[in-house]
């Protein structure tokens, strides 16, 4: 009974914190859709991380002051690899150039649909589990 509890106490936290974490992502992506500065970027190279069955892009552009800006892509995945030697459209807040994102549409979408998803998961988990005692 207690380890129920604690289960549907943990499905609910981690449900909730999806949740939170996809609106984090909507906001941010809001902010730099209207105040962000869109410029382009290459693809330099690709990563794979120990933990990862695929190839991470790495992706190189410069801000206003043409300092180069790199970093990989916050969603990475089989279906939104970018070949090497690919423009991407690159976007990032004025004074934070390291908040750099890849503007594609699969970019911007497919973190929040899973946040979202992982949250509406848990959370169903959740609501199954006490429903069934």
């Given amino acids: 009974m207690a380890g ?3 289960g549907v106490g943990l499905c609910v936290l981690a449900g909730l914190l ?3 974490g996809g609106v984090r992502e909507v906001r941010l992506q809001a902010r730099l859709r209207r105040y962000g500065v869109h410029t382009g970027g290459l693809v330099v190279d690709r990563e794979q991380a120990p933990a990862d069955d695929f190839l991470t892009p790495v992706i190189e552009g410069a801000d206003r002051q043409g300092r180069p800006v790199r970093f990989r892509p916050a969603a990475t995945g089989p279906g939104l690899g970018l070949d ?3 423009h991407v459209p690159v976007v ?3 004074e ?3 908040t750099a994102r890849a503007f594609t549409r699969k970019h911007r979408r ?3 649909v899973c946040l979202f998803a992982g949250g509406v998961l ?5 609501v ?3 429903l069934t005692r």
């Fill in 4 to 6: 129920e509890a604690i």
């Fill in 18 to 20: 999806c949740l939170w």
């Fill in 84 to 86: 090497l030697g690919a």
């Fill in 92 to 94: 990032y807040l004025p």
């Fill in 96 to 98: 934070q150039p390291e």
């Fill in 110 to 112: 497919s973190r929040i």
């Fill in 122 to 126: 848990f959370l169903g988990a959740a």
């Fill in 128 to 130: 199954l589990a006490t």
